[in-house]
C-alpha cells in the first residue's frame, strides 16, 4: 500500500510512534512517506521518504503549542495534498487530532478523498489537553468527517468519546516498541544487589506542567530521606527550570543529574533502577514501556492509560494519582527489597512483550487494508462535500 504517516516533529512519544510505525511498515514492504513541518529527533528508517517543510529548521512545532500560525497550517496542507497525489497516497495517517483532524478532514472532502482514506491517531493532549468545550465541538466535528479514529489506550479511548463528543469509540491500537531497540542490562544477581546500594531514579519527559515535576521534586526529597539514591532526568521543556530551583533547595549537592536531551535514551535506560512518571494525567506513558523493555520497574501514577501498561506489582507499582507520599513510599519499599525488585525487573520484561511491534503493525495494517478498498472509502467519506474551512482551521 501507499501510505502517508503526518506527525508533529516533536520530542514526544507521539512522533516517535508514528516514526517507528512508518518504519516498520517499509520494513512489511509498503510505500511510505512521512511528513512532519521541521525535521525529527530520530531517524526516518531505511525505505521512508522524509518530507519536510523546512528541512534544517531545527525547530520543534510542540502539540501543546496550539494553534499552528495559519501560514504553517497552509503551506504544511499544501505539502500533504502535494504527496497525497504525487504518489497516489491510499492511506493519510495523522499522529494527533491538533491540528491535523481538521486537515484530514478536509482531505477527506477533497477531490483526493476519493482515493485516500483518512485516519487519525489520538494521543495525549488531543483529549487531555483542557481545550474549551468549543474548541472540542470543533475537535470532534472533524474528527466525525474522517474514515477512522484510534487511540493508544483503551482510557484515552473512552475520555475522547465523552469528551469530544464522537458517534463511536475510537479503535485502540496501543503504542509499542521495535524489537531490539530497548535490551535490559545483563546483570548478575550480585551486580543487582550491588547497583540498589545507590539507587537510580530517571525521569525523562518534555517537562510540561501535565509531567507535574513539583510532584518529582517533592517524590525524591522523601525518597533522598531514606536511601541513598540519585535522580536522573533526561529531557528539557517549560517546567524544568522551576524543577531545577527546587531540587536545588531540596536534594543534597550531586544527587541529581541534568541529562538534557538525549539521543541514548535506551542506554542511559538500562543504566537506571527505577523509571519514574509523576504525570497528572498520561494516555498512555510511551518511557513507562520502553522502561519496562529495557528491565526497569517503573513507578507510576494510577491515572489515565498507565494502569493499561503498567501491571502493579508486576512490572512496576502504581500510586494515587498526585499523592508523591504514597509514590515515595513505594519507591522506597521496592528499591530496598532487591529481592522483589529483581521479580519486577524480569516482570517488566515480559509484561513489555503485549506491546510489540509485530502486533500493533498488524492491526494498523488490518485496518489500512480494509479501508483502502474504493468502496470503502465511498462509504467513509463526510456526506458533505464541502467543509466549514473557518470552523475548522483553527482546532
Ligand atoms: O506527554 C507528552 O507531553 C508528549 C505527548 C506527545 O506528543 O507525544 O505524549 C502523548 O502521546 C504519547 C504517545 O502516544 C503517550 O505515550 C503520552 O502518554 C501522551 N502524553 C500525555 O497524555 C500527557
Known amino acids: 500500500m501507499r501510505i502517508a504517516i503526518v506527525c508533529h516533529s516533536t520530542l514526544g512519544g507521539s512522533a516517535h510512534s508514528a516514526v517507528r510505525l512508518a ?79 481538521s486537515m484530514g478532514a478536509r482531505l477527506a472532502a477533497s477531490s483526493l478523498g476519493a482515493r485516500c482514506a483518512v485516519i487519525v491517531t489520538l494521543h495525549g493532549t488531543d483529549v487531555t489537553g483542557g481545550a474549551s468545550g468549543e474548541a472540542q465541538a470543533r475537535l470532534g466535528a472533524a474528527l466525525m468527517r474522517v474514515a477512522v479514529v484510534t487511540s493508544v489506550s483503551g482510557a484515552s479511548a473512552r475520555q475522547a468519546q465523552s469528551l469530544l463528543r464522537l458517534s463511536v469509540e475510537p ?53 533522598r530521606a531514606q536511601l541513598d539514591g540519585e535522580l536522573w532526568l533526561v529531557g528539557d521543556g517549560p517546567e524544568l527550570p522551576a524543577l531545577r530551583s527546587a531540587l536545588e533547595q531540596s536534594a543534597p549537592h550531586g544527587t541529581v543529574r541534568y541529562l538534557g536531551v538525549r539521543r541514548d535514551v535506551p542506554s542511559l535506560l538500562t543504566q537506571a533502577d527505577l523509571v519514574v512518571l509523576t504525570s497528572l494525567d498520561e494516555s498512555f506513558g510511551l518511557v513507562a514501556l520502553e522502561g519496562m523493555a529495557s528491565g526497569v520497574p ?63 503493525v498488524a492491526e494498523y495494517e488490518g485496518l489500512y487494508e480494509r479501508l483502502s478498498h474504493p468502496d470503502a472509502i465511498a462509504a467513509t467519506r463526510p456526506s458533505t462535500p464541502r467543509l466549514d474551512v473557518a470552523a475548522t482551521r483553527t482546532v
Do not use: C
Request: proline share 8%; aromatic share 8%; glycine share 6%.
Open 298 to 360: 517503573v513507578l507510576a501514577p494510577r491515572v489515565g492509560g498507565i494502569p493499561e501498561v503498567v501491571t502493579d506489582n508486576v512490572s512496576g507499582v502504581l500510586f494515587r494519582g498526585g499523592d508523591f507520599t504514597h509514590a515515595a513510599e513505594r519507591a522506597v519499599a521496592l528499591l530496598s527489597d532487591p529481592d522483589r525488585h529483581w521479580m519486577l525487573r524480569n516482570g517488566a520484561v515480559a509484561r513489555a512483550q503485549a506491546f510489540t511491534e509485530a502486533r500493533s
Open 171 to 223: 479503535q485502540v491500537i496501543h503504542n509499542f516498541v521495535t524489537a531490539g531497540e530497548h535490551r535490559p542490562a545483563d546483570l548478575s544477581r550480585e551486580q543487582h544487589r550491588a547497583r540498589l546500594l545507590r539507587p537510580r531514579l530517571i525521569h525523562v519527559s518534555n517537562f510540561r506542567a501535565v509531567k507535574s515535576p513539583g510532584s518529582l521534586a517533592r517524590l525524591f526529597a522523601v525518597v
Open 23 to 101: 518504519a516498520a511498515l517499509a520494513r512489511r514492504g509498503h510505500s511510505v512517506h512521512l511528513l512532519s513541518p521541521a525535521s525529527l529527533p530520530w531517524p526516518a528508517g531505511d525505505g521512508v521518504t522524509h518530507h519536510r517543510l523546512d528541512p534544517d529548521s531545527a525547530r520543534l512545532y510542540d502539540p501543546s503549542s496550539t494553534p499552528w500560525p495559519p501560514a504553517l497550517f497552509n503551506r504544511f496542507e499544501a505539502l500533504l495534498h502535494r504527496v497525497t497525489a504525487a504518489h497516489a497516497i491510499q492511506i493519510a495517517h495523522f499522529h494527533y487530532a491538533i491540528p491535523f483532524a
